[in-house]
Nanobody, 118 residues
Framework: QVQLVESGGGLVQAGGSLRLSCTAS????????MGWYRQAPGKQRELVAFATSGGTTYYADSVKGRFTISRDNAKNTVYLQMNSLKPEDTAIYYC????????????WGQGTQVTVSS
C-alpha cells in the first residue's frame, strides 16, 4: 500500500555531516507525519525527529541543534540533515509515515546504516 525508501547513509568521521532522504510511494495521503527513528545495536528504537505536512517539527534532545528535518510535500519526501555527527549517532535509521486520515496505520522503510567513526 505504501512503500518508503531511504538513502544517504554511510560512513563518516566524527564532526562530519550526512543527509538522509526518504521517499514515499503508493497510497500516500497529503496530510501526514513523516519521521526518522534510529536503532543502535542492543538498544531500543528511538524517535529522532518528525515533521508534519503542516510544518510542525520535533527533535529528540540528543540531536537538537545538530539535526534538521525538512520535507518536500510535492515529492512525498522527507530529509534529515545531520551535522556535527558523533559516534553515538551510529545506528540504523528508519523512515516512518503516519496519516492524519488513518492515524493507527504506520509504514516503515527498510533502514539505512549510519556509522560515525571516532
Amino acid at each position: 500500500q505504501v512503500q518508503l525508501v531511504e538513502s544517504g547513509g554511510g560512513l563518516v568521521q566524527a564532526g562530519g555531516s550526512l543527509r538522509l532522504s526518504c521517499t514515499a510511494s503508493g497510497s500516500v495521503f497529503s496530510m501526514n507525519v513523516m519521521g526518522w527513528y534510529r536503532q543502535a545495536p542492543g538498544k531500543q528504537r528511538e524517535l529522532v525527529a518528525f515533521a508534519t505536512s503542516g510544518g510542525t517539527t520535533y527533535y529528540a534532545d540528543s540531536v537538537k541543534g545538530r539535526f534538521t528535518i525538512s520535507r518536500d510535500n510535492a515529492k512525498n519526501t522527507v530529509y534529515l540533515q545531520m551535522n556535527s555527527l558523533k559516534p553515538e549517532d551510529t545506528a540504523i535509521y528508519y523512515c516512518n509515515v503516519r496519516f492524519i486520515a488513518a492515524p493507527k496505520n504506520e509504514y516503515w522503510g527498510q533502514g539505512t546504516q549510519v556509522t560515525v567513526s571516532s
